[in-house]
T-cell receptor, first 112, second 112 residues
Framework: GESVGLHLPTLSVQEGDNSIINCAYSNSASDYFIWYKQESGKGPQFIIDIRSNMDKRQGQRVTVLLNKTVKHLSLQIAATQPGDSAVYFCADLNSGYSTLTFGKGTMLLVSP | DTEVTQTPKHLVMGMTNKKSLKCEQH?????MYWYKQKAKKPPELMFVYSYEKLSINESVPSRFSPECPNSSLLNLHLHALQPEDSALYLC???????????FGPGTRLTVT
């Protein structure tokens, strides 16, 4: 869901569960998408990316799905661990404009 | 080495002070960025440098002055800031402006 004011959408899961974080983007011309993880007090950390000519890409324990028809992006984290607790941002880039647009972010809380 | 370094880590300055934030990368990246991030919000783009030239200024007030002395360094000069400028200032770099961006840890700035 979308955040309002200072409240980030939050996803709470148990350790070992699979997590799915969703993101909607608005620019139909965007052709490159990135997921970032930001832990408290740190800068965003690149997790995985996908270009618009793909609809799925897998990394280590993470999968990104892209649905260009409905302008939706998701990040799946397998076997979620307490160290995965962070705020996750999606970002999209229109290579013609060359700047990243960040989504509002989702806080993932993983309890042992 | 995928590291972007930023100094200082924390900075407290008065509204009449002049200070500078520094960013460095040794990945051979030709694009560098400054972002501002408020609590529980996504990063907001301020400036983009491509091949050491300012290519994007997102209507940032003139009390923020960027400088790119060489391809590895990016500075942000601060003068006559306001308390509402207190935020986390993030530097990022990418191979080119349409590639994934790698972020530094940020400088936590407090304006008193």
């Amino acid at each position: 869901g979308e955040s309002v004011g200072l409240h980030l959408p939050t996803l709470s899961v148990q350790e070992g569960d699979n997590s799915i974080i969703n993101c909607a983007y608005s620019n139909s011309a965007s052709d490159y998408f990135i997921w970032y993880k930001q832990e408290s007090g740190k800068g965003p950390q690149f997790i995985i990316d996908i270009r618009s000519n793909m609809d799925k890409r897998q990394g280590q324990r993470v999968t990104v799905l892209l649905n260009k028809t409905v302008k939706h992006l998701s990040l799946q984290i397998a076997a979620t661990q307490p160290g995965d607790s962070a705020v996750y941002f999606c970002a999209d880039l229109n290579s013609g404009y060359s700047t990243l647009t960040f989504g509002k972010g989702t806080m993932l809380l993983v309890s042992p | 080495d995928t590291e972007v370094t930023q100094t200082p880590k924390h900075l407290v300055m008065g509204m009449t002070n002049k200070k500078s934030l520094k960013c460095e990368q040794h990945m051979g990246h030709r694009a560098m960025y400054w972002y501002k991030q408020k609590a529980k919000k996504p990063p907001e783009l301020m400036f983009v440098y491509s091949y050491e030239k300012l290519s994007i200024n997102e209507s940032v007030p003139s009390r923020f002055s960027p400088e790119c002395p060489n391809s590895s360094l990016l500075n942000l000069h601060l003068h006559a800031l306001q308390p509402e400028d207190s935020a986390l200032y993030l530097c990022a770099s990418s191979q080119e402006i349409t590639y994934e961006q790698y972020f530094g840890p940020g400088t936590r700035l407090t304006v008193t």
